[in-house]
Each structure stands twice: as C-alpha cells, then as structure tokens.
C-alpha cells in the first residue's frame, strides 16, 4: 500500500518567506540555517516552488551547503522510490528542473559524490530524473582534461542511472583500453594512459549495469 506524503499546501507563514529567502544569502551559515527549517517544515515536500528552489541550489558554491542541499533532495526524490508518492506539482517542478541540468552543473554534483560517498544514493536519485543528462556525462567521461575521479564518477552515475545513451562512449573506453593493453609491455606508455586504465573496472561495471555491449558480458561470458 502507498503512503502518500502531505498533500495539502505548505502553510506559509513569515518564516518560511525568511527561509524560502535565505536560501540565496551570501553567507553559508545563514542558507545553512535556511535549509534545515525548511527541512523541518518537510517544505520541500510539500511544495513546488521549495523543491525548485532547492534545485537551483545544486551549485551552491560552498560545497559543504551544496552536499546538504543534494541530501535533502536526495531524500525527498528517494522517499519517492521508496513507496512514498509525492504529489505531481513536486514530482513535475523537479523533473522539469533537473532534466536540463549544464555540464557545469552536473560537474558540482559529481564534486559532491567525490568528496562525499554517503551523498551517492541522493545523487542517483537526482540523476534519474535528469533525463538529459546521459550525454552530457559521456562528454566528461571522453575530457581527458578533467580529473580522473570526476571522470570516474560520471562512469559510474552512468551505469547507476540507467543512461543507455552512454553506452557507446563506454565500449569505446573499454575497448580503447583493451588495445592499449595488448602493447609489448617494454613499449612506452604515457602517465595520462596508464591513468585512463584505472577507469576500466568502473566502465565494466556501468556496462553490466546497463547491460550492453562487449563488455557487459565479460563476467558472463557472452
């Protein structure tokens, strides 16, 4: 049986203006404070307009109040996952929201899931509504440029997110490796490759997830 959170308005009462506004202060501490009254009110929850705000603030610029801010959206999304039905101005608001999040927006949640592991069940959560977000991972997979932990996490919210589109850039990285492996070992191989082959088990692994391609069948034998 379904238990449906509140779905009757959120009372809006001064302190919740204050909270809706404090959101957006430059000093962490006081969006800090914002977050967990709102928390409290379960305001995110019950209403659209807190749960978009909430959104927006994904790439807060103080990490540690953008790890909260993925928790207690995180927690909302995955409440619905769980059983919880929440009501469809919620669900929509965020779904429209998250569904055309930036590269750069997507590059402070992958930040947030590297410094912070306990955020990763939020953050799967959020991706699975970011339904255009696929393409723009396998962009960050395929940058060279970019750390190899965040390159890392992008694989691995690839195959955690069901994003199928991602599957080609994955093959492609897998198969990239494979070769590069099969060199005569006194060959020489620059650091930026033999790095790139530390992403091999977390591009395996989102393969499996997704189930697709050679090397989904690696453990299988298909």
């Not at 449906?4 to 962490?28: C, F, M, N, R, Y």
């Not at 990285?173 to 033999?194: A, G």
């Amino acid at each position: 049986m379904i238990n449906k959170l509140p779905t009757k308005d959120l009372k809006w009462s001064d302190e919740i203006w204050q909270a809706a506004e404090g959101l957006v202060s430059p000093k962490s501490v006081e969006r800090e404070k914002a977050l967990d009254y709102l928390l409290d009110q379960d305001a995110p929850a019950k209403s659209p307009l807190i749960a978009y705000l909430l959104a927006t603030r994904l790439s807060d610029p103080d990490l540690e109040v953008r790890f909260h801010i993925v928790k207690a959206l995180g927690s909302v999304i995955v409440r619905n996952d769980e059983g919880e039905e929440l009501i469809d101005p919620v669900l929509r608001q965020l779904q429209s929201y998250l569904a055309y999040l930036n590269t750069e927006q997507i590059l402070d949640l992958l930040e947030v899931s590297e410094q912070y592991l306990s955020a990763e069940e939020s953050l799967t959560g959020i991706f699975r509504l970011a339904s255009y977000a696929g393409n723009r991972l396998s962009g960050i997979v395929n940058d060279r440029k970019k750390p190899l932990g965040i390159r890392q996490k992008a694989i691995y919210f690839c195959g955690e997110a069901g994003y199928l589109e991602a599957s080609t850039t994955l093959n492609v990285l897998v198969s990239r490796i494979d070769k590069r492996n099969q060199i005569p070992k006194n060959s020489p191989i620059r650091k930026k490759d033999m790095d790139e082959n530390q992403l091999y088990p977390y591009a395996v692994a989102a393969l499996e997830k997704l189930n697709v391609g050679s090397a989904a069948g690696r453990k299988t034998g298909k």
